[in-house]
């Protein structure tokens, strides 16, 4: 997205501008709009549900006072803020944001503290870095110099979110020497400072939704749009290689603090655990997990090679039989369900911390099923039916299939007339012969309850509609099975 770019001078400038006269802006008002933003930010970024336990690093100048209002507000929005504030500024301004935390609970540490209590990545979620704004330069002071080194790379700290300028970074040219921070998020305020150019972090966010078109105009700034009420935008992401954004990957984790599964409360599953299925999915549903919380990873098995394919499809029924989809006959993801007739699925609710592992035997639902269904469609997606070759080669590229659709449009743009379910387009139903529930839990000591039919079919026999009997065991504990 693009974006301009301050330097040093011009930062400070602009700042001294908003708060001239002609635009009439205080100190404690622009610090209040940053700090709210850089907190949209951290929850954007990292929810509460993955992210609770926050420490803000607050130095002594304008960025700790941003720092101190978004601990406040992400203290209000659930989050575990511990505020750590080494060198606090004795001004009314920085007293009155260090009595407002305080009156939240908010604890405020000092550097001792916090060295004291050993590796930052065993106690905190995410670290906001408030400590050096854009008019810092020279080297970091006791204590700082040894907080930045426990903020550096080299100490692999928790995910760090920096406010304006990464501490450790020269305003205008960047990172300086190994003590300079790696931000997985960077939030720039009013405008990215040159400096910006440099991160190669996760996200890049702009905050400070309050520049009037005269200083637009005066600086020549080039600045995003912001979507709706927010009050930050995301304007891309560090130009990271391959190997940095490997060794991120690996420091990605989080720990799962909502719940663990008792068996009794699956004991009334225990001859068809399509009840907990169901039970499960209406959490999913009512709790608004995700746009799309019937969005399934299917898998499927190439019968001659024996390699295997997976993708997103939308599950579009369930019942005593087991789970109902509908695709396209002909394509790969077909001809592999037709041909091995064995399939297996999972979902992934993240708000839950919850997953479901399903395995079991695939055949076709009755043609009568899959006209009914198709014609509940919308009319666009009925014709889309007949005009995608799924998993075939387009020679003629979009253009052709968009040609074909408006082709396909035309002949059926009579309402009163149905369009036919063509014959290579139906449903499936998944018969499922195992069934796993899964719950995050601490420490990764998941819970887990799996269900397996007592009696799986033959191979090439039938398998029935009736649920039949199953057995269950949590496979994580003794293993123990229930009768039924």
Known sequence: MACSYLSQAQAIQLDQDLMSPAHGFSIDQLMELAGLSCAAALAEEFPVTKAKRVLVVAGPGNNGGDGLVAARHLTHWGYDVQILYPKPTDKPLYNGLVTQAKALGVPLLTWADVKASGPLAERYDVVVDAIFGFSFSGDARPPFDELLAALAPAAKPPPILSIDIPSGWDVETGPKGSAALSPDVLVSLTAPKACAQHFRGRAHYLGGRFVPPAIRERYGLVLPQYPGAAQCVKIGAG????????????????????????????????????????????????????????????????????YPSVRVVLLKGFDDRGFVWYTNYASRKGGELDGARKAAFSVYWEKLQRQVRVEGIVERVPPEESDEYFHSRPRGSQVGAWV?????????????????????????????????????????????????????????????????????????????????????????????????
């Open 239 to 306: 130009a990271a290689d391959v190997a940095a954004l490997g060794q991120k990957v690996a420091d990605m984790r989080i720990s799962y603090e909502l719940g663990g599964l008792q068996e009794a409360d699956f004991q009334r599953h225990v001859k068809n655990p399509m009840g907990a299925w169901a039970e499960w999915f209406a959490d999913a549903t009512n709790g608004k997990v995700c746009d799309e919380p019937n969005a399934i990873s299917l898998a499927s098995v190439d019968p001659v090679t024996g």
């Open 388 to 484: 995608s070759q799924q998993s075939q080669a387009l020679p003629g590229g979009r253009q052709a299939l968009e040609e074909r659709a408006a082709e396909l449009g035309a002949k059926y743009a009579d309402p009163s007339v149905p369009v036919p379910r063509p014959p290579h387009w139906g449903g499936y139903v998944l018969r499922p012969e195992r069934i796993e529930f899964w719950q995050g839990r601490p420490s990764r000591l998941h819970d887990r309850i799996a269900f397996s039919r007592a009696s799986p079919p033959a191979p090439g026999q039938d398998v029935p509609s009736a649920p039949g009997a199953w057995t269950a065991c949590s496979p994580d504990t003794s293993a123990a099975s229930w009768g039924t």
